[in-house]
């Protein structure tokens, strides 16, 4: 099993410009996460979605979308890249439910930076 | 609100000292407790859990023990190594609710 994976690894923008970062997780998880990483501030949660069909804004999400194309991935969309958004993007899943503990795996990240 | 308070890095060490890296949380429900290790340039992997409170997590070395007298959950190794150089996340999540709120990591460095 691949666990979660991420795509791209590395990505440079310009301001304004768009992307869309990929993640994949072959674990049969229900719930899906995405973070962002920068100095000092611990991980932040930008979206997240607990089953398919379903999305729900985390602490962050300004200047985000995502999309949960099936149970298997879920994207996140920066329409408008500012650098503020320059960050490591995380991706996560767990299987969460009544009685569970919410474990969540993780992804390796994106590292982007916009310019 | 919940939150975790993780003490400040860099935690700087020499190979075989004792590891302790300090991790006090608040929480309005009954939480879970994870420590999640970060090695340089990769994603975050769990290193260890308790669910409730005196479980005690364990894995390579690295303890655990959920206090709910002190809402403490302090990662302990008896014997650091320079391989364990790394950022360490405390993190809880509470039953019923989704997410995991995270403390600001604390970067271990053990020199040889």
């Known amino acids: 099993n691949a666990g979660v994976t991420q795509t791209p690894k590395f990505q440079v923008l310009k301001t304004g410009q768009s992307m869309t970062l990929q993640c994949a997780q072959d674990m049969n998880h229900n719930s899906m996460y995405w973070y962002r990483q920068d100095p000092g501030m611990g991980l932040r949660l930008i979206y997240y979605s607990a089953s398919e069909g379903t999305t729900d804004k985390g602490e962050v999400p300004n200047g985000y979308n995502v999309s949960r194309l099936n149970k298997r991935e879920f994207s996140l969309r920066l329409e408008s890249a500012a650098p503020s958004q320059t960050s490591v993007y995380f991706c996560?899943?767990?299987?969460w439910g009544a009685g569970r503990d919410n474990e969540q795996f993780f992804g390796p990240g994106t590292r982007l930076t916009v310019l | 609100g919940d939150s975790v308070t993780q003490m400040e890095g860099p935690v700087t060490l020499s190979e075989e000292a004792f590891l302790t890296i300090n991790c006090t949380y608040t929480?309005?429900?009954?939480?879970?407790l994870f420590w999640y290790v970060q090695y340089p340039g990769e994603g975050l992997q769990l290193l260890l859990k308790?669910?409730?409170?005196?479980d005690k997590g364990s894995n390579k070395g690295f303890e655990a023990t959920y206090r709910k007298e002190t809402t403490s959950f302090h990662l302990e190794k008896g014997s650091a190594q320079v391989s364990d150089s790394a950022v360490y996340f405390c993190a809880l999540s509470i039953t019923g609710f989704q997410k995991l709120v995270f403390g600001t990591g604390t970067r271990l460095l053990v020199s040889p």
């Open positions: 929480a309005t429900g009954y939480p879970s």
């Open positions: 308790a669910t409730k409170a005196d």
């Open positions: 996560a899943s767990s299987e």
